[in-house]
């Protein structure tokens, strides 16, 4: 057969085909490998630390029945983000307004701050209540039923909250007003919080300056100081759940209008 017009085939040099074939990349070592995924999770951990997910311990007993003094929980933060703030029925984490935590609060150890602090173990030293007002709400206690009272309207607690030998949902556990007191307009920039386990909760009202009671706190939780939503009980396993906002909530009424706003 003819070859004509045909470029002539060049015979393979074996050693010049063997120089064009790429040579195989070589892998780190292990030790290397190791390293660079520990440096990736710990990045990744910060992040979601920072700005979606933090884990936290329950620190005292102020939420039971719900949330158990060492409990696991996980906080979501976007709910707060572009001007959200906490809703009425929240269960949120929030930094100690000023000597809110008991001294007996557990120290951590120096390698569990080092964890915390990277998100990789729950965070201590700050503060798990429910909002019960909002910027504006008056909330009172109580109805002859022992109910507390957000804007005029009582709330059904009967679901989450403990009242462990208590008249009323008013947690306030020293003084002549027990279950017989009014606070509010809550402040522009703040919420008025509560422990479920009302008996045995240094919250809001704990901190309330009423008549019968001299003190200098304040009662209100500034919102800059919410970390973020608790929205699930991880820890332990046998007691996993969802938390969610009660539905006695939707029924309060928006707060009265301030007569001296222009």
Not at 105 to 115: E, G, N, Y
Not at 170 to 199: Q, Y
Request: glycine letters at 8%.
């Amino acid at each position: 057969m003819s070859t004509e017009g045909r470029d002539p085939v060049d015979p393979v040099d074996p050693e010049s085909r063997s120089s064009r074939v790429p040579a195989k990349k070589k892998h780190r070592p292990l030790w290397q490998e190791t390293l660079l995924l520990l440096a990736l999770a710990l990045v990744l951990a910060i992040v979601i630390k920072a700005f979606f997910i933090q884990a936290f311990y329950i620190p005292s007993e102020s939420m039971e029945p719900g949330l158990v003094e060492n409990d696991r929980i996980l906080v979501e933060k976007p709910s707060y983000w572009g001007g959200g703030t906490p809703e009425r029925g929240d269960v949120i984490v929030f930094e100690d307004p000023g000597d809110w935590l008991p001294d007996d609060v557990d120290d951590p150890a120096r390698f569990q701050r080092l964890l915390e602090r990277v998100g990789l173990y729950p965070t201590g030293g700050h503060l798990v209540k429910r909002v019960i007002g909002v910027e504006g709400d008056v909330i009172t206690c109580c109805d002859e039923q022992g109910r507390i009272l957000v804007n005029g309207q009582p709330l059904d607690e009967d679901s989450y909250a403990q009242l462990d030998g208590a008249d009323c949902y008013g947690p306030m556990p020293t003084g002549k007003r027990h279950c017989d007191w009014e606070i509010g307009p809550v402040p522009a920039g703040k919420v008025f919080v509560l422990g479920d386990n009302r008996s045995h909760s240094a919250d809001s009202s704990f901190h309330a300056c009423f008549d019968d009671k001299e003190c200098s706190d304040d009662p209100y939780v500034d919102v800059d100081g919410v970390v973020g939503k608790v929205f699930v009980l991880l820890w332990p396993a046998d007691r996993f759940d969802v938390l969610h906002r009660p539905d006695t909530f939707a029924d309060v009424p928006d707060a009265p209008a301030d007569p001296g706003a222009s």
